[in-house]
């Protein structure tokens, strides 16, 4: 069983960075595909960047050149880091993680809620204009 565990949200105004941690209990971060979603209020989750076992990322068209996504396998911690954040960015954001790839191959990996079988709780996420 892979726990994972979030925090670092809160409330921030528009510009400003956060960064969200998502650390793995007990089980090593670089042997998991994992990404960070967002659900924004009356919304579906939307993915917001993956990263696959060997820490290649993904981001999204809608945050690229503001997120970066990032695995310190040392202390199994998948990390977020957000900046010039915009009141768009507000959410709930979920880290997810998956032992291995869904279909079987790390190609493409991470940008479906599917694919992952673990769930944080959630951080939120509130930026003010």
């Known amino acids: 069983q892979v726990q994972l565990v979030e925090s670092g949200g809160g409330s921030v105004q528009t510009g400003g960075p956060l960064r969200l941690p998502c650390v793995v209990p007990g089980y090593p971060a670089n042997s998991l595909g994992m990404g960070w979603f967002r659900q924004a209020p009356g919304k579906e989750r939307e993915p917001a960047a993956p990263?696959?076992?060997?820490?290649?990322?993904t981001i999204t068209d809608s945050v690229k050149g503001r997120f970066t996504i990032f695995k310190d396998n040392g202390r199994n911690t998948l990390y977020l880091q957000m900046n010039k954040l915009k009141p768009e960015n507000t959410g709930m954001y979920y880290c997810?993680?998956?032992?291995?790839?869904?279909?079987?191959?790390?190609?493409?990996?991470?940008?479906?809620?599917?694919?992952?079988?673990?769930w944080g709780q959630g951080t939120q996420v509130t930026v003010s204009s």
């Open positions: 997810a993680a998956a032992p291995r790839p869904y279909g079987g191959s790390w190609s493409h990996f991470g940008l479906v809620e599917y694919e992952y079988d673990y």
């Open positions: 990263v696959d076992h060997d820490g290649r990322a």
